[in-house]
């Protein structure tokens, strides 16, 4: 992980190890629920927990995989699938998700909003 | 045209019928007025599946007649009255009831009558024929108080009414005149094979029998004494001795019939009164009546088109008479000139004793052309043979290497269908010729189900169901469109596919299979469903670590998630028994969580608006008060519901909940590629509704009847009968090896339902596997349901055991507070999702 600039602030949520590998945790920070997703050699990923085609706080129970060489999460209500990396719904062009960065700090998530 | 023309038909038979359907789609002007004379009490039905209403289906089912049709096309149809009078002078038709009714055109479709031979005591109380639904009701009724039942007469229609005696669990025996079952359509040796067979199945049959009278028996109601001095005894008598056209109206107004009857017609299916046609088993042509139900269909719309006066009207010039049936579970196969008696044919056969199979081909003089074929106990070639005959294919060099079994490694002598010429007829029940198929799988019907409906073909008699399929197979080859099973971009394999792998791979995990046999990281599509046949084949605990991750919500949760995010968990209570204590525990858990309660479809109670985080402890609760998971959530066995049976029920003739409640903790927790719905009816009234469920049982005097492939849902489909009268024991055999079939060969997603529909072969060959194990599965797909079985465990129990696994049930990874987003309101005194307007707080925008 690339170290930032001194100013942002990071906020430890949990171990990496709490989050199984494919899978998401949602984390509350600043009042804001973030969706944060392990995928392959512990790469860290955070998106909205919010899914706008359903309104409930549901991203984080998502099944984790690959569409067409992007990192997605699939909606576990209505199935759309989102990129963790840029939050682009891949079956709505106008729907986007905000992104948060989200590093492994030894073995700590931490969050910077 | 200014008046109306006015069509009357006498019979609303199956060809009858026919007729009306191909006027009705010609009468796009609405010149024509349309009356039909109907004597039964019912519309027309299919004749040919009528063996059927034995096997569960309803007069309704049997129906041709789509729900308002004859409405839609301003038909009018006097049902329950008979004609019974022509006036031909006047143009007119005076029926049962007194109606008069004139007609521009009159047409003839009677039918046929069972011919019961003028044997002294014909006429005794269950002596019946079998030829209606009235008549089938007549035997059902009969059979109550009967142990024994005869047939006489070992044609096909005998052999079929010999399978329903059977069926309704008599002891049965068939009594044939001449020396051989069949004698129309096979030979010698092949009549010998067939006897063989069906004796194996449990039916008497007596040969050279020639019935001299019938009279009061000692043991039985009747006895039939022979002319050659044996006597036998039975309760019923059902006589199938061949059938005679109804042509007595034809007589009476003196139209001209053949010798020995029928209505004599020329190629326009005109008789001698050109307004008035004759169809169907009524009408002789060329001196030949035709018992099959293909001729009909040709002369209905051969008379339609000459009615409608359409251009280019097609005429009758005769038909084909093969067939090609099942006979308690036997094939049998009648093509062309199968006694070989065309001057010079030649012909070869093929007896294979140690299979019971019998084949032989008619060849010409030259051994260019098939004249015809006999094939029992395997008529896989029939569909072959039958287009190298009508459309005159020369045979290859050695035409007996069509029926000799292929050794392993040679290539298959059968014509590709490819070889067929365009107008090859595909479906002769319903004329539907190669050219049709094609232009219908251009169209875009590229599933069977698909091209059945819009073409018609294999709908009928079924006789060309494989080679339907082999047509569409081959189109879609050519036109380059890969039959694509693929499940998704990561797993180039179907759902069944990938069963094989996972069994024969031993392999336990998705990484492993992967890694194997895809490639990237997997998605939503392919990781629940490697999960579920891990689960079907290894039955694991489904949130371990490698499992965990795979499963979609609902599973991962054990819970069903709701459209706010909150779950709903449903306990399961086995046939939907349960103690007032339990209800109870129930009641306290909901009122101490505030969840909703509601009785679900499936006879339990399901408790809605549980947050993540309450899940573990409102398991905890329920399990200590006795419960364990439903799988509501899963693609596994949800319930099995029950009707309250003979322990209460006044009709019940068998305990109905005690049988749901063992199988529903028999097969709980198996995971299989779509839900699976159960119940068990204690006796024919069926208040637990089994007929639509996945797997539905009812209760018999005999034992239990086991119904397969039903469901509710977007496209209801009843169930059929798999089979009947079994003890518990052997019904729990057939359902282990009908679930693990299904588990083993199923697509994703595809309900039992749609499973059978596309399954080749049907119903006969589901039967094959499961009663007789055909394919020498049964012990393999027994044991691998044991396994399913030995390894349950309640997946809640598990999970709330270990504080590991509790941890990943809170909401949120780095607080304990709650998703501020679910919001209750109250409505009948319980919460219920607020909607979007009555939320105070929304989440972020
Ligand atoms: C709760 C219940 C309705 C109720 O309040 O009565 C229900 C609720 C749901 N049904 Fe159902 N079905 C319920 C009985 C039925 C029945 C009736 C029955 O089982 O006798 C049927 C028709 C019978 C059948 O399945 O053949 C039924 C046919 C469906 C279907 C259509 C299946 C099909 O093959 O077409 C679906 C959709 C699916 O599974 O893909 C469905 C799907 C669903 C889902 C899972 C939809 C979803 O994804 O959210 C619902 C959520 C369940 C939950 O607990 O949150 N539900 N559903 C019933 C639960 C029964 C139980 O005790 O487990
Ligand atoms: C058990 C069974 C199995 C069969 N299996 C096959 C098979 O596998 N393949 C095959 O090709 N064929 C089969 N057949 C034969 C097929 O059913 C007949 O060829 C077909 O039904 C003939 O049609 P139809 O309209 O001419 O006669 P029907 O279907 O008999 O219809 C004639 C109708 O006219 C009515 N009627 C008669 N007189 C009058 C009147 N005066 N006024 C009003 N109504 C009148 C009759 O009540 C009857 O309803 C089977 C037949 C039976 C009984
Ligand atoms: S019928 Fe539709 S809305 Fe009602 S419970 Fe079933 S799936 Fe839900
Ligand atoms: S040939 Fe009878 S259904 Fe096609």
């Known amino acids: 992980m690339t170290d930032v600039t001194s100013n942002t602030s990071w906020t430890a949520v949990c171990q990496t190890s709490d989050i199984l590998p494919f899978s998401g945790v949602c984390a509350l920070v600043n009042d804001t629920q973030i969706a944060i997703f392990r995928t392959k050699d512990d790469q860290l990923w955070a998106i909205n927990n919010f899914d706008p085609f359903s309104d409930a706080n549901v991203l984080s129970r998502g099944i984790v995989g690959d569409l067409e060489g992007k990192l997605v999460v699939a909606s576990p209500i209505f199935k759309q699938h989102f990129d963790l990396e840029t939050g682009q719904c891949l079956e709505d062009d106008s729907v986007q998700l905000q992104t948060f960065s989200v590093r492994n700090n030894d073995g700590q998530v931490e969050l910077a909003l | ?845």
């Open chain 2, 1 to 845: 045209m200014n008046k109306k023309q006015r069509v009357v038909v006498i019979g609303n038979g199956m060809v009858g019928h026919k007729f009306l359907e191909v006027m009705a789609e010609g009468n796009t002007n609405n010149e024509f007025e349309l009356i039909t004379f109907c004597e039964e009490s019912r519309v027309a039905y299919d004749r040919v599946h009528l063996s059927e209403f034995f096997s569960g289906k309803s007069a309704e089912d049997l129906s041709l007649v789509p729900e308002g049709f004859y409405e839609t096309h301003n038909i009018t149809a006097y049902i329950g009255d008979k004609a019974e009078s022509i006036d031909r002078a006047n143009k007119q038709v005076t029926s049962a009831s007194g109606k008069v009714v004139s007609y521009d055109k009159l047409i003839l479709a009677m039918g046929s009558f069972p011919f019961v031979p003028p044997v002294p005591g014909h006429e005794r109380d269950n002596c019946l024929v079998y030829r209606t639904i009235d008549d089938l009701e007549a035997i059902t009724a009969a059979a109550k108080n009967a142990t024994v039942g005869a047939v006489v007469g070992g044609g096909l229609l005998g052999l079929e009414a010999a399978k329903a005696l059977k069926d309704l669990g008599l002891k049965t025996h068939v009594v044939e005149f001449s020396p051989r079952l069949m004698a129309v359509q096979v030979d010698e040796s092949g009549g010998a094979l067939l006897k063989r067979k069906i004796e194996a199945l449990g039916v008497s049959v007596h040969t050279g029998k020639n019935t001299q009278s019938i009279t009061d028996g000692d043991q039985h109601k009747h006895v039939m004494s022979f002319a050659d001095g044996e006597k036998l005894e039975t309760d019923i008598i059902l006589f199938s001795a061949g059938i005679r056209p109804r042509d007595e109206l034809a007589r009476e107004c003196e139209l001209e019939l053949g010798e020995r009857g029928g209505i004599k017609i020329n190629n326009a299916c005109q008789t001698s009164d050109e307004d008035i046609y004759a169809i169907g088993e009524v009408a002789l042509w060329d001196n030949k009546i035709f018992g099959l139900v293909s001729p009909g269909y040709q002369m209905a719309s051969v008379a339609a088109e000459q009615v409608l006066a359409t251009q280019d009207a097609k005429e009758f010039t005769g038909a084909d008479m093969s067939t090609k049936l099942k006979l308690m579970g036997v094939d049998v196969a009648s093509i062309g000139d199968a006694h070989a008696k065309t001057p010079g044919a030649k012909a070869y056969s093929l007896i294979d004793e140690s299979n019971d199979i019998y084949k032989k081909i008619v060849v010409s003089e030259d051994g260019k052309q098939l004249l015809g074929s006999v094939l029992i106990g395997n008529a896989d070639e029939y569909g072959n043979l039958l287009q190298f005959m009508l459309n005159s294919m020369e045979l290859p060099e050695h035409p007996e290497d069509l029926i000799l079994p292929q050794r392993e490694g040679s290539a298959s002598v059968g014509l590709g269908v490819d070889a067929l010429p365009q107008s090859a007829v595909i479906c002769s029940c319903n004329n539907v010729t190669k050219g049709d198929l094609c232009a219908a799988i251009e169209g875009g019907a590229v599933e069977i189900s698909e091209l059945k409906a819009c073409t018609k073909a294999a709908t009928s008699c079924g006789g060309c169901a494989a080679l339907t399929k082999q047509v569409l197979d081959n189109e879609l080859e050519k036109q380059g469109i890969e039959v694509k099973k693929d499940i998704c971009e990561h797993i180039p394999y179907s759902r069944q596919e990938i069963y094989h792998l996972v069994r024969v791979g031993k392999i336990k995990t998705f990484a492993e299979f992967l890694s194997t046999h895809g490639k990237g990281f997997g998605c939503d599509i392919c990781k629940p469903t490697v999960a579920s046949v891990l689960a079907s084949c290894w039955n694991g605990y489904i949130l371990e670590d490698e499992l965990a991750t795979l499963q979609d919500t609902n599973d991962y949760f054990m819970a069903n998630m709701q459209k706010n995010g909150t779950y709903s968990v449903v306990p399961r209570v086995p046939g939907g028994e349960i103690t007032p204590d339990k209800l109870i525990a129930i009641g306290s858990v909901a009122k101490e969580f505030d969840l909703y309660t509601k009785i679900t479809g499936g006879q339990r109670i399901d408790l809605f608006g549980a947050q993540s985080h309450q899940l573990p402890e409102i398991w905890k609760k329920l399990i200590d008060a006795g419960f364990e998971t439903g799988h509501a959530y899963g693609k596994s066995v949800r319930t099995v519901k029950s009707c309250v049976g003979s322990t209460w029920c006044r009709y019940g003739v068998d305990d109905s909940v005690g049988l749901s409640i063992e199988i529903e903790n028999r097969y709980k927790g198996l995971r299989s590629p779509h839900k699976l719905k159960f119940a068990v009816s204690g006796c024919t009234r069926e208040c637990a509704e089994a007929q639509s469920k996945d797997v539905g049982i009812i209760a018999t005097e005999n034992g239990w009847n086991l119904y397969v492939c039903g469901n509710g849902g977007m496209k209801p489909r009843h169930t059929d009968l798999l089979a009947s009268d079994l003890d518990k024991e052997t019904l729990i055999k057939y359902i282990d090896r009908f679930l693990m079939f299904y588990v083993r060969t199923s697509d994703r997603l595809q309900r039992t339902s749609v499973w059978m529909d596309n399954l080749e072969g049907g119903l006969e060959y589901l039967k094959q596997v499961v009663c007789e194990d055909s394919l020498g599965l049964a012990k393999e797909l027994e044991s691998e349901m044991q396994s399913v079985i030995g390894t349950y465990q309640c997946e809640w129990k598990t999970t709330i055991e270990d504080p590991e696994k509790m941890k990943r049930f809170s909401h949120f990874v780095n607080t304990d507070v709650s998703d501020n987003n679910v919001v209750y309101v109250k409505e009948r005194e319980q919460i219920r999702p607020a909607r979007k307007e009555e939320r105070i707080e929304i989440a972020p925008a």
